[in-house]
């Protein structure tokens, strides 16, 4: 069974920059790594995903042109940079695992979740 461990949350300032990680353990050949968001009572917001181990990238329209996601393959682990933060950007920030099939922005095309880690943007 794959596993995804997020770190690197915590509060930061408007502008400024932050970056999350994922280490992810038994991939068992899993296609995509994807980050996802979610705010107190909405919906998880399809942020960015990378491909393993081709390392391309998509990303959410949030995300474009502030975020940037990056896989270290010897490290199992994908990283989330995020740049220029507005209080909209915060939010619980979840890694996961893409199934093989599906959207690749879609929710229900992931099947393995981490436990998230906080991210909070002051203003």
């Known amino acids: 069974q794959v596993q995804l461990a997020e770190s690197g949350g915590g509060l930061v300032q408007a502008e400024g920059s932050l970056r999350v990680s994922c280490v992810v353990s038994?991939?068992?050949?899993?296609?995509?790594i994807g980050w996802f968001r979610q705010v107190a009572g909405k919906e998880r917001e399809f942020v960015a995903a990378?491909?393993?181990?081709?390392?391309?990238?998509w990303y959410g329209d949030a995300a474009k042109g502030r975020f940037t996601v990056a896989l270290d393959i010897a490290k199992n682990t994908v990283y989330l940079q995020m740049n220029r933060l507005k209080p909209a950007d915060a939010g619980v920030y979840y890694c996961?695992?893409?199934?093989?099939?599906?959207?690749?922005?879609?929710?229900?095309?992931?099947?393995?979740w981490g436990q998230g880690t906080q991210v909070t943007v002051s203003s």
């Open positions: 996961a695992a893409h199934r093989g099939s599906g959207d690749i922005a879609s929710i229900s095309s992931y099947d393995s």
């Open positions: 038994r991939r068992a050949g899993r296609p995509y």
């Open positions: 990378i491909s393993w181990p081709d390392n391309s990238p």
